[in-house]
């Protein structure tokens, strides 16, 4: 392992994306930070910079391939490599599948899940283009195993990254690129907001072992450890960072 990594991360605005792009620049990689709110972007980047870390901010819708393509290409052009690609952009919609409003279904599986296919195709084009034995990692969920009602378009989504992660690295392994996942439970991050302003929280709380809520960060060491090369042997796999949330009820 270099002693920088170029490591892209999508979603790095908030939540586990911009604990994840802290973890890695404090770690001493180089961050290139993607987001579609450009504001927070930009704060991400100010936060890894104060600290004395390098980062970039490239605006990024996932939802569509140009522009993912493009920050592959804009992160390559500016430091030469990517050596590590974590699709974690989402967003949540809470709505009965009998009540649910296509424009927010189709959205909701376009950033999900298709934002997540395309990075997995274009930084493997990239890496394989440059000889880089890159990791990509995506941003799966509990609700990829699990039922829950109210989600059913979130449900779809997760469960595509799931196989996509183990088709990915099938495919990627001759190149010496490895893909995993996470499956994050219940995170205090934005997205859950809606469940805490419909008085869920104690609920959610219930179903980690730990009885509270994860951190952005823990998840940000999950996915900062399953990028070294001890985890080497992790491949096509999908790890459980849910404090417990799938093993029990």
Known sequence: MTAKRVVVITG????????????FASKGDIVVVADYNEATGVSTVNEIEKAGGEAIFVKTDVSKYEEVQSLVETAVNKFGSIDVMFNNAGIGSSSGILEQNIDIYERTVAVNQHGVAYGIMAAGSKMKELGVKGVIVNTASVFGYLASPGTFAYHAAKGAVVMMTKSAALEL??????????????????????????????????????????????????????SLPEASAINGSVVMADEGYASFK
Do not use: C, F
């Open 12 to 23: 790095a605005a908030s939540g586990i994306g911009k604990a994840t792009a802290l973890k």
């Open 173 to 226: 392994a001759r190149y010496g690129i490895r893909v995993v996942a996470v499956a994050p439970g219940m995170v205090d991050t934005p997205i859950i907001q809606g469940y805490k302003d419909m008085g869920m929280l104690e609920s959610m709380k219930s179903k980690s072992m730990a009885r509270k809520l994860l951190d952005p960060e823990q998840v940000a060491d999950a996915v900062y450890l399953l």
